[in-house]
């Protein structure tokens, strides 16, 4: 059940961001919650290969790669869903940021003690 309620949650981060950011469009909350479940799924089987691949540069950049490996994760994601788009890589990285910023916030509200 609290996984279902954090994807609602995603979905609801999504369709605000995409509202908020010009360079990011969301076409209806169907699509949004399409989209909170394919980053999920995305984040589970694609990030840690990502994240092995590139781990050199990542030790280089000191983490600071694993932003842009979240953004390829949202660029991703607006491949394989239609209605989701994001205009570039920059404007994956501000929404991947932005998402992070919004899941934290609305999961705390949601967190047991």
């Known amino acids: 059940m609290k996984t279902l309620v954090k994807l609602l ?3 609801i981060a999504v369709i ?3 509202y908020l950011l010009p360079g990011v469009s969301v076409t209806s909350f169907l699509t949004a919650l399409v989209v909170a479940v394919v980053i999920a799924l995305l984040r589970l089987i694609v990030k840690p290969i990502l994240i092995i691949l590139t781990l050199p540069i990542t030790i280089l950049t000191f983490g600071i790669f694993l932003l842009f490996i979240n953004a390829i994760i949202i660029l991703l994601a607006g491949y394989f869903v239609s209605g989701f788009v994001v205009d570039g890589i920059w404007w994956a990285l ?3 940021l932005l998402l992070s910023l919004f899941q934290s ?3 705390a509200l949601i967190k047991e003690e």
């Open 94 to 96: 501000i929404f991947s």
């Open 105 to 107: 916030l609305l999961f």
């Open 16 to 18: 605000v961001l995409g």
């Open 9 to 11: 949650l995603t979905a």
